[in-house]
Nanobody
Framework: QVQLVQSGGGLVQAGGSLSLSCAASGRTFSNYIMGWFRQAPGKEREFVAAISRYGGTLYYADSMKGRFTISRDNAKNTVFLQMNSLMPGDTAVYYC??????????????????WGQGTQVTVSS
């Protein structure tokens, strides 16, 4: 069993920055591929970013490239999402997720086995 506990988020004005954290417990963190997803009101959950087990491979959704940065600290069992130049369209509940299977980093929700509780990010105009 893997537990993912998120922190961070909140309310920020457009153009501002926020940071999210996701702390994992239960198994060896470096065995997980980690991802971030988000879900805006009335919309489906969508991929934001993902990072390989030791951070060598990073994937971003096109709209987040250059603004968001995913990183991880395996010694602290934590994955981070730094969000800069935030826009009102980034308003959503953000979720971290862990993929315990071996293989390549994937963007599909179906690839991820465990999920955090979700964190609200609200960007005002």
């Amino acid at each position: 069993q893997v537990q993912l506990v998120q922190s961070g988020g909140g309310l920020v004005q457009a153009g501002g920055s926020l940071s999210l954290s996701c702390a994992a417990s239960g198994r060896t963190f470096s065995n997980y591929i980690m991802g971030w997803f988000r879900q805006a009101p009335g919309k489906e959950r969508e991929f934001v970013a993902a990072i390989s087990r030791y951070g060598g491979t990073l994937y971003y959704a096109d709209s987040m490239k250059g603004r968001f940065t995913i990183s991880r600290d395996n010694a602290k069992n934590t994955v981070f999402l730094q969000m800069n130049s935030l826009m009102p369209g980034d308003t959503a509940v953000y979720y971290c997720a862990a993929d315990l299977t071996t293989g390549a980093v994937r963007r599909s929700m179906d690839a991820y086995d465990y999920w955090g509780q979700g964190t609200q990010v609200t960007v005002s105009s």
